[in-house]
């Protein structure tokens, strides 16, 4: 099975990390996320992700470096998730209807995220 890449921003802002609870109607709807999202055919994961916060957040970014990756098999999937340290140019602002919020670290395992971001939360939280 080939491997699906998504990319997730980890943006930070006084020790809080900002998520966002996935929409209804979306694979894990109601789980809390990073945002972010797949690569599509043809781009960078760096193209993705801007485009990702662009579309879901309507926020420019600057995408700085690859902070942590892995892999997780669902039932009917396999993802290659990879987090980028990313600095946002304005406020975010959710245009598909999901809820955003800053968290603090410590705080991250009070939400409930997909299984695929449990060994980055745990990295965050260490």
């Known amino acids: 099975m080939t491997p699906i890449l998504v990319v997730a921003a980890l943006v930070e802002d006084g020790g809080r990390v900002l998520v966002a609870r996935r929409p209804e109607g979306t694979h894990l709807a109601g789980h809390w996320e990073f945002p972010g999202g797949k690569c599509e055919r043809g781009e960078t994961p760096e193209e993705a992700l801007r485009r990702e916060l662009k579309e879901e957040l309507d926020v420019e970014a600057v995408i700085g470096h690859e902070v942590f990756r892995t892999e997780h098999r669902y039932p009917d999937r396999l993802?290659?998730?990879?987090?980028?340290?990313?600095?946002?140019?304005g406020v975010?602002?959710?245009?598909?209807?999901?809820?955003?919020?800053?968290?603090?670290?410590?705080?991250?395992?009070?939400?409930?995220?997909?299984?695929?971001?449990?060994?980055?939360?745990?990295?965050?939280?260490q």
């Open 92 to 125: 975010p602002s959710p245009l598909q209807g999901q809820d955003v919020r800053w968290v603090a670290r410590a705080d991250l395992h009070s939400l409930t995220f997909p299984p695929a971001d449990a060994a980055f939360i745990e990295y965050l939280t």
């Open 79 to 89: 993802i290659e998730l990879r987090f980028y340290r990313c600095t946002l140019a």
